[in-house]
């Protein structure tokens, strides 16, 4: 009997995350653009670094300032930035940012480059974002 409630209750949650995957199409893609903004990311421009972003105080705020319609639109149950002693917690804009691009089926491949920052070149790793 508990197993039964216990599947119903897995089966209702399965639901209600489709549901929202469904429910709230142009609400996810309008926050993804914000996302995209923020990140500087257009036609022209299809990468951002991590190192750069590390520096910017301004820029991670305002993806975390997202959080609110993230939870509201997304299911993020699986999310390694809403579980606790996650490696997520050291970076949790970048890891925020990379799993709503994540969820919205939007490709990031992972490249080491070398930038140049206040006449000093350091090794940083850049992101390239791949959408249709």
Sequence with gaps: MMDNIITNDISQKKKIETLKHFRYVNER???TQKLLK???IDENNK???SFMLDNDKEKQQKILDLEPDVK???STAHWSYYHKNSKAAE???LSLAKSILKDMKIKVNKIRASIKYNNKFTTCTTYEV???
């Design 29 to 31: 893609n309008e926050l």
């Design 38 to 40: 923020i990140l500087n």
């Design 47 to 49: 990468t951002f670094c």
């Design 72 to 74: 509201k639109y997304f």
């Design 91 to 93: 970076r949790p804009y």
């Design 130 to 132: 791949i959408y249709h």
